[in-house]
């Protein structure tokens, strides 16, 4: 007996399994698009407007969250101890405050208590929708609601003028990892 399908074995319940498995994979093609990847075209997004450094290593997520935002704002502290000296200053880590109507200046104070060092943003109701479809986040409207983020770490690199996301952290790695890839990236695209 023959545990394999052919095409005059087939049953009823084959072919709904079949027509499942395709459109199980065409709905997660369609999921694809929505998560931030690296592109070669270059964005223009408003917190990147001033960064100084060609390169920048941003989080987003909200002052008061109490899970995801400590642990990859934690991650991204450990880059100012394992970033090499010499490249340091080409690097900005930036956190994102995606609560659009927190006042900037609890934004900054939550990102300097993790470091001093870190750039913060304040996602405004004028760019929001421009901020949170670039990065593939959701917020809600009402100021008082608890806002969904995902926890990613988005590496954006400057060439010629224009940014770029170069790397999406889908999930927040090991400092040691994350380390290891800025300096790479920092040894490749910016001379000592």
């Known amino acids: 007996m023959s545990l394999i399908a052919t095409p005059d074995r087939l049953t009823a319940r084959d072919h709904i399994a079949g027509v499942l498995l395709l459109i199980l994979s065409v709905s997660t093609l369609g999921l694809l698009a929505l ?3 690296r592109g070669d075209a ?5 917190f990147l407007d001033d960064a100084p450094a060609p390169i920048v290593v941003a989080f987003a997520g909200f002052p008061g969250c109490g899970t995801v935002c400590p642990r990859g704002l934690s991650v991204l502290d450990a880059l100012y101890d394992g970033v090499h000296e010499e490249r340091a200053h080409k690097l900005d880590i930036l956190f994102i405050n995606i609560q659009k109507y927190t006042p900037p200046a609890v934004t900054a104070a939550y990102a300097s208590s993790f470091n001093p060092e870190f750039l913060s ?3 405004t109701p004028e760019d929001a929708t421009l901020v949170y479809d670039s990065l593939s986040l959701r917020s809600f409207d009402n100021e008082e609601s608890m806002v ?3 926890g990613f770490i988005y590496v954006f690199v400057q060439e010629s003028g224009l940014w770029r996301i170069e790397r999406v952290y889908r999930n927040i790695p090991p400092s040691s990892q994350l380390v290891d890839d800025i300096n790479k990236l920092l040894k490749q695209r910016v001379p000592a």
Request: charged letters at 0%; glycine letters at 8%; zero cysteines.
């Open 148 to 150: 969904s983020h995902s």
């Open 121 to 123: 943003y304040t996602v």
């Open 35 to 37: 998560l931030p990847s």
């Open 42 to 46: 270059g964005i223009q997004l408003p």
